[in-house]
């Protein structure tokens, strides 16, 4: 599974959309780019995946260059309740956390 | 997507014992994990269970340690024996549902080993 690099934290002001960068250089063809968070104390959540085209949900965007070497995902509102670690994982067959982002949003 | 109850929530045991805990998913699934966090620190994957086979370890994780069992497609449970205060993490499992939902997580179980 190909190795990912984010920074280990932001700040974003509550209301404002919050972006998360991930590098995955090493990436190889058929392996996908998801996305979890974790709230203190709580199990990792699912917030989206993709393989090579942009992604979109209700909880937010997953924006995948064209080499594939790296992404952003985007909170378009980020609320105080989106403080949380974001994991950026690529997976080709069992799922590897890094260090993750620790979000912090602010009022 | 699935749903995990896993148990217990949290647990306070004494060293040289064991603790077993229980992952229940509410469909069936092929593929089961079992990760420890320990404090501060990201998630590291323990093993990987498939129903009807061995679980597969990551390096520095030992059945002996770890030993997990999968029954079946709906449950499994993961084992830490000779618990001692190192053993202090939580411990969470995870399941993989495919393409659209990813991997569900259990809410994870708190460990303490005193």
């Known amino acids: 599974d190909a190795k990912t690099t984010q920074p280990p934290s932001m700040d974003c002001a509550e209301g404002r959309a919050a972006n998360l960068p991930c590098n995955h250089s090493?990436?190889?063809?058929?392996?996908?780019v998801y996305w979890y968070r974790q709230i203190h104390s709580q199990g990792p959540q699912y917030i989206i995946h993709g393989l090579k085209n942009n992604e979109t949900n209700e909880m937010a965007s997953l924006i995948i260059t064209e080499d594939r070497k790296s992404s952003t995902l985007i909170l378009p509102h980020a609320t105080l309740r989106d403080t949380a670690v974001y994991y950026c994982?690529?997976?080709?067959?069992?799922?590897?956390f890094g260090q993750g982002t620790e979000l912090s949003v602010k009022p | 997507s699935a749903v995990i109850s896993q148990k217990p929530s949290r647990d306070i045991c004494q060293r040289g014992t064991s603790l077993t805990i229980q992952c229940q998913v509410d469909s069936q699934v092929t593929m089961m994990f079992w990760y420890r966090q320990q404090p501060g620190q990201s998630l590291t994957l323990i093993a990987t269970a498939n129903q009807g086979s061995e679980a597969t370890y990551e390096s520095g994780f030992v059945i002996d340690k770890f030993p997990i069992s999968r029954p079946n497609l709906t449950f499994s449970t993961l084992t830490v024996s000779n618990m001692s205060p190192e053993d202090s993490s939580i411990y969470l499992c995870s399941a993989e549902e495919g393409a659209r939902y990813g991997y569900t997580f259990g809410s994870g179980t708190r460990l303490t080993v005193v």
């Open positions: 994982i690529v997976i080709g067959g069992k799922l590897i």
């Open positions: 090493t990436i190889s063809g058929n392996e996908y």
